[in-house]
């Protein structure tokens, strides 16, 4: 009896949630043609922004509505004038979809549902899943541990399906894709969006197999993005990842504008090149060619054929924090947002992996905490999405997050990589690097003089900086009484490990 109850009311959300988005497809729709090409945007978005504050009900934070009103309501403001750009230069179908399947699905309905699952399962639910079709790729970067893979992996298109579907379920609509070079998996990956036209797919390319005719797919589906690989200029660009890759990506980046799709970037920045990729006149070129937005990724030393000399120096990392904060100040006029996976901790809580926002899954269904951490406990061929988020890894890393209360070393490996050790060696968790074995005392010796060099220089910098603490944070709740406390000294880092053992073994023991 219980089982039909439960399956009536399932029945019952899913109803709902299909009348609810074919009333959001149709504001979609309209809004997009009400934004695009009018130079007078600011009362749609306030009728977004009141769409979205019904939606959200009680649990909208009044003091933040209020905060993005005043900011829509002034047409000077810098980035209302750069959303307007964007929506300017999109194709009217491509920023539909993009406002319904990530605008509703993903910050709006998807937001709820994982906010609620996390209640339900006491584990982490990711807002997105990365996941990589292939292990195959095209060329060969210095550093990177994917070229040297081969063409040994591929999720097939049902494993992806997989994927996609019990994420879904979970609330996840926003699915990113590496690799390998994803776009070798082209026809797989256009079919998945078509089926899974309610998601949002970006895939992190090196450029070379976007063509006219993929472009047309992606305008016509709607819901698919690029993050393009690039390392600013065609030197500093073509020494790491090739000759020719730069001329590759300039071709793309003209593609895409042409066709109205919107993109980012995709840098990883290096001891070699961090000069090249914080410059300003690299970001003001990177907006003209029509990015308007990018992740920045520290270089990590990950796998056998690192090189821990393109490690950024402290000092290398300090200006690139102030780079990337200039670049978002109101003081700068540059067309295009700026994203630091390592230095952007306080703005998402520190550590994201380990499904908290984000998981990976590699081109063998290995499921990861984070793409740079190559380490498993379980598959996608033999457990769902959420048995892989209970599994005894990612549920250390649920225990464990945050890492560090200084945001600016939120990482279990780069910066705290002993964390790293003990949640391996205690969950058993086995490598998983596919170019050859690495295990997890190679990896942290690689870390450990760069972390102990890195600390007094992010204590330094936090303790100057002022911050806030976030409405929502996804820690436990021994970690959120932690984390309003003072900040860690010796005695604190030894009682989170004891902290985290101790939660491993109960995880371990429940199954």
Known sequence: MAGITEGLKQAKQGVQHAAERAAFSLIAEKLAKELHGNPNKTETYLKIL???????????????????????????????????????????????MMLLNLGYESFLNGTKTIRKNREIYHCNIPWLILFDPTS????????????????????????????????????????MMTGGEPMVRKKDILRLCEKHNDCFFAAYTNSTLIDEELCKEVVR????????????????????????????????????????????????????????????????FISSKGARYGFYFHYMPVGNNAVPELMPTPEQRKKMIERIRYFRSPECDIEFYPMDFQNDGEFVGGCIAGGRNYFHINSSGDAEPCVFIHFSNTNIHENSILEMLQSPLFMAYHEGQP?????????????????????????????TNEESPEEVDHLIAKAKPYAEAWAPVAEEIWAEQKHRKPTYENYTEKKREDASSAAFDGAGEQALK???????????AAG
């Open 498 to 508: 004891e902290d985290l053992a101790a939660a491993i073994e109960n995880s371990k």
């Open 403 to 431: 890492f560090n209360r200084n945001h600016l070393r939120p990482c279990p490996m780069l910066e705290n990589p002993e964390l790293l050790k003990e949640m391996v060696d205690v969950t058993g968790a086995h490598q």
């Open 221 to 284: 589906l709607g819901n698919l993005s690029f993050f393009l690989s690039i390392e600013g200029t065609p030197e500093t660009n073509d020494a790491r990842r090739g000759s020719g890759h730069y001329d590759a990506v300039m071709k793309a980046m003209d593609l895409l504008k042409k066709y109205g799709i919107v993109f980012g970037t995709s840098i990883c920045y290096t001891s070699a090149n961090i000069d090249a990729v914080s410059s300003e006149e690299f970001l003001r």
């Open 136 to 175: 195959a790729c095209n060329m060969h970067c210095v550093g990177c541990w994917s070229g040297t893979y081969g063409h040994k992996n591929n999720l097939s298109f049902e494993d992806m399906d997989k994927i996609v579907t019990e994420g879904k379920a979970l609330g996840a609509h926003l699915y």
């Open 50 to 96: 009141d769409q979205a504050e019904k939606f959200y009900g009680k649990s909208a934070t009044p003091e933040i509505l209020e905060k993005v009103r005043a900011y829509l309501s002034d047409p000077e403001n810098r980035w209302v004038k750069y959303i307007g750009k964007i929506i300017d230069e999109t194709d009217p179908n491509y920023a539909k």
